[in-house]
């Protein structure tokens, strides 16, 4: 990961904790402790569909711990209530409302340059905000990044709810204009790079997108809007930064140690078979990609150098996430660095690896190798159920090398989404196929240069 992004995550998740007590969930005494696939894609909807605020709509960052909204998870809940339609968890009238009421919250919430009492600037969302209120929380950042997984998820509302009804019409006109009145080129700097936010106190920031990762999506989108569009440059100076090499045993591929940036571009866009000029160039396309990033990081896991505690073929997965907290320990006589939050990862260029595992690091990658995501998935499961799963499924990570071992407590929004999403994806393609309706999507894949499979028909 480029340091840059991993410096931002570390700024943002800093301010924790805050706000308002989220709902109870549902009895655990009644849960269904076997494994399936469904069960653990059902009790992760669950986050989205118990927390959300009652009169705002807004998505917690985190739970239990008591948290400010993420507006990216607020992104992966759009998504994940058309999952609950299709797999009759909830009715559509039900998912209609919920998605109606946070989109006009949203749409209505205040924007301008000042320092408080705004949610917003030029279209653009601040990362973090009140769950009550929406307006910005303490002094984070202007984020592009997470404004883009916004509004993927406001796009995926504006093309499933496609009735005649008052409600779904109103959705659509909410969501088309959430995604217009961003001005994505707010933040593009003079090599047609953009920045990876802004704030009123201390201007833009000076990390970019780069180099592979998450920012794929951003790039797409903003490229795809018909009013603030980027200029099409921006994709390839965006290529220009991939670092392309073998790692782990693996082809040569597009490398970025975390896995969320391998799977947060593909939860909204189907890369089987597509191609830019760069992959075209290459051979390969972007979920071939995603698979061997995938393969690399576990065979790493396996092969671990460090010697952390449980690491096998079946208990794997580096990806930001939780972690036990920031310290040192000397463990059988050699000195072990431990993080909180952290971006953790292996690819060719580093390997930031403390020997905490983050579930959602193989549920995002199902669709790309299941024959390793599910026995993993399944394995942590039986093993750990009591410390580890919970009425929304895993907790977000947990670190067996830590004295007396280190199980989180809480679940993160943005790693409930990849697992909801994802299986969906990974059963019937359900949100790929919908958002190759979305003229916003076509146009900016086609803007950069995407061309052939599905992109033909």
């Known amino acids: 990961m480029s340091k840059n992004l991993l410096l931002l995550l570390l700024l943002c998740l800093s301010?924790?904790?805050?706000?308002?007590?989220?709902?109870?969930?549902?009895?655990?005494?009644?849960?269904?402790?076997t494994?399936?696939?469904?069960?653990l894609q059902r009790r992760n909807f669950m986050y989205f569909y118990d927390l959300a605020h009652p009169e705002t709509g807004l998505i917690p960052d985190r739970w239990p711990a008591e948290s400010f909204s993420s507006i990216a998870a607020c992104g992966f809940g759009l998504t994940s209530y058309i999952v609950g339609v299709e797999n009759k968890w909830i009715t559509r009238a039900s998912a209609a409302e919920r998605s109606h009421k946070m989109l006009k919250f949203l749409w209505e919430l205040p924007q301008g340059e000042g320092k408080t009492g705004i949610a917003g600037y030029k279209g653009l969302f601040y990362h973090f905000l009140n769950m009550n209120d929406g307006i910005r929380f303490k002094d984070v950042e202007l984020s592009n990044i997470d404004t883009g997984l916004l509004m993927a998820g406001v796009l995926s509302s504006q093309v499933y709810f496609d009735g005649?009804?008052?409600?779904?019409t109103q959705i659509r006109a909410l969501a088309d204009s959430l995604y217009r009145r961003v001005e994505w080129g707010y933040n593009l700097q003079p090599d047609n790079l953009?920045?990876?936010?802004?704030?009123?106190?201390?201007?833009?920031?000076?990390?970019?997108?780069?180099?592979?990762?998450?920012?794929?999506?951003?790039?797409?989108l903003a490229l795809g809007s018909p009013t603030h569009p980027l200029p099409a440059a921006s994709w390839e100076q965006w290529c220009k930064t991939y670092v392309w090499a073998p790692f782990e045993g693996q082809p040569e591929h597009v490398n970025f140690g975390m896995l969320f940036g391998h799977q947060y571009s593909h939860m909204y866009v189907?890369?089987?078979?597509?191609?830019?000029p760069y992959m075209k160039a290459k051979g390969s396309d972007y979920f071939i990609n995603s698979r061997t990033a995938t393969l690399s990081n576990r065979a790493f896991c396996i092969r671990n150098p460090n010697g952390y505690e449980g690491y096998g073929e079946n208990q794997w997965g580096l990806t930001a996430c939780d972690g036990p907290k920031d310290t040192v320990?000397?463990?059988?006589?050699?000195?072990r660095q431990f993080r909180g939050y952290f971006a953790r990862g292996a690819a060719a260029m580093e390997q930031p690896d403390d020997g905490t595992i983050a579930p959602t690091a193989a549920g995002g990658s199902i669709p790309f190798a299941p024959e390793v995501c599910l026995p993993a998935l399944e394995y942590m499961?039986?093993?750990?159920?009591?410390?580890?799963?919970?009425?929304?499924?895993?907790?977000?990570?947990f670190n067996l090398t830590f004295p007396g071992g280190w199980y989180d407590k809480d679940y993160l929004g943005i790693d409930?989404?990849?697992f909801v999403i994802q299986i969906q994806n990974h059963k019937d393609g359900l949100i790929w196929d919908l958002m190759k309706k979305s003229p916003y999507i076509r146009e900016g894949l086609s803007k950069a240069g995407f061309a052939g499979g599905w992109l033909e028909k």
Not at 19 to 28: F, G, L, S, V
Not at 270 to 276: A, L, P, W
């Open 329 to 335: 320990a000397v463990i059988a006589g050699k000195e």
């Open 35 to 39: 494994f399936s696939l469904e069960e």
């Open 270 to 276: 189907d890369f089987r078979g597509i191609q830019d």
């Open 164 to 168: 005649k009804d008052s409600t779904e």
């Open 416 to 418: 409930q989404g990849p």
């Open 15 to 33: 301010l924790l904790p805050a706000c308002e007590q989220r709902q109870k969930p549902a009895d655990p005494e009644a849960e269904n402790k």
């Open 381 to 397: 499961w039986a093993t750990h159920y009591d410390k580890l799963v919970g009425p929304y499924g895993f907790k977000d990570a």
């Open 194 to 220: 953009l920045c990876m936010g802004w704030s009123p106190e201390r201007g833009f920031i000076s990390n970019k997108w780069s180099g592979y990762n998450e920012g794929m999506i951003l790039y797409i």
